[in-house]
């Protein structure tokens, strides 16, 4: 209940703000949150934001309706910008791409187990960049050239961040886990409906080429259960170089964990007025045909786990499939299966397998501790 009144006080005071906002850029030509008119790339300072998930959220949406933003300056030689540690890609509008600015020096990619969680709680401002600037940008930096682009696809609860830790233990590797870009040009097409299929390639194009400005050699992407694995023919499609893997766990297991995170993190209102299940067709099914969607949580997440299962088979790539169960029963085998696929030099086995001394996903509200089924 507290978090409701909080949320309706921000959307109240949002919503001034943007009145006042609207009233002084149609007088004035500038407001508070966009400065001067013009076309440029704006640096805007965050002067609040919705309420927080916390440091234990596994995901805060990207989405500029959840910050209350004041213009701070026009931007000159963002190449430069772009190349710093404390500046990510965190999302798009139909209009821009906009980049999480933290303290400088840290990067949200190294902290945390999953990145938008770190975008949101520690950015200091945002920059908004017009697509068109940022494709010409994109184009001149040639990003992706000699760079091992990897994509790891997923049904969720299949121990897809545990892999993810493992490359986080190798050397020029940079992993990029579960970015809200994709999802944010996902939900502009499929959901919002304000781009048009080429503008959402272009977006899912650029998310790759931003996120692949980087010194290290590799750049592995633990990629967004349902949304993404849409994407799965797309990305190839865009990145033929790119390997891709699919991590899979027996559809009872998966959506009895899903429905423990459903109970332990919905207030019980949420859940009887349907939000989780209307949350979970948003983030997994809405690029599937139209069709009648189970009106249960459960059976979305079901559902959602075959969509999963039926893009991998309909994968137009060589995909290397794993699971939870050979995961678990033979980690050494699976691992060297990982490195075999991936090219990973046979000397860092035993640095990814230490990566199961621990929860990968401590500190999180699903860590093992605390979504753990209860004995009888």
């Known amino acids: 209940m507290d978090e409701t009144i909080v949320y309706i006080l921000f959307s109240i005071l949002q919503s001034c703000y943007k009145l006042l906002n609207t009233f002084l850029r149609l007088v004035f030509s500038r407001c508070f949150m966009f400065g001067p008119a013009g076309t440029g790339i704006r640096k805007l300072k965050i002067i609040g934001r919705a309420k927080s998930r916390g440091a234990s959220a596994i995901q805060e949406i990207a989405c500029l309706d959840n910050f209350i933003l004041y213009f701070d300056s026009y931007v000159d030689g963002f190449e430069t910008e772009l190349n710093k540690p404390e500046v990510s890609l965190y999302g798009f509008t139909p209009e821009f791409a906009y980049f999480s600015v933290v303290s ?53 609860r299949c121990g897809s961040t545990l892999v993810a830790a493992m490359f986080k233990r190798l050397p020029s590797t940079q992993v990029i886990c579960e970015p809200e870009s994709f999802y944010s040009a996902y ?9 048009t299929q080429e503008q959402y390639k ?34 190839h499609d865009l990145f033929p170089q790119s390997k891709t893997a699919f991590l899979s766990r027996n559809s009872t297991d998966v959506v009895n964990s899903m429905m423990r995170i459903v109970n ?26 139209r069709h009648e969607y189970p009106r249960d949580c459960h059976g979305v997440l079901l559902r959602n ?5 039926e893009a991998l088979d309909a994968a ?10 050979t ?32 929860d990968s996903q401590e500190g999180t509200r699903i860590a093992r501790h605390i979504l753990k089924p209860k004995s009888s």
């Open 327 to 358: 995961l678990v029963a033979q980690p050494k085998q699976t691992v060297k299966d990982i490195m075999t696929f991936f090219d990973i030099p046979c000397e860092y086995a035993a640095t990814m397998l230490a990566a199961m001394d621990r």
């Open 264 to 289: 332990s993190g919905f207030p019980l209102a949420c859940q009887l007025l349907g939000w989780g299940r209307d949350d979970f067709i948003r983030k997994g099914l809405w690029a599937t045909e």
């Open 104 to 156: 400088p020096g840290q990067s949200v990619w190294d902290t945390g187990a999953f990145s938008s969680p770190e975008q949101f709680n520690k950015a200091q401002y945002l920059i908004l960049v017009p697509l068109k600037e940022l494709k010409r940008i994109m184009a001149l930096a040639d990003s992706t050239k000699s760079k091992n682009i990897f994509f790891l696809h997923h049904t969720n």
């Open 316 to 325: 137009k790539m060589p995909v290397k499939a794993l699971t939870y169960e």
């Open 305 to 309: 786990w075959n969509t999963c299962m």
């Open 202 to 235: 272009e977006m899912v194009e650029a998310a790759v080429m931003t996120h692949c400005l980087t010194p290290h050699k590799t750049i592995f992407f633990k990629m967004v259960s349902g949304a993404c694995t849409s994407q799965m023919n797309m990305l």
């Open 187 to 195: 939900y502009l097409y499929h959901i919002n409906k304000t781009v």
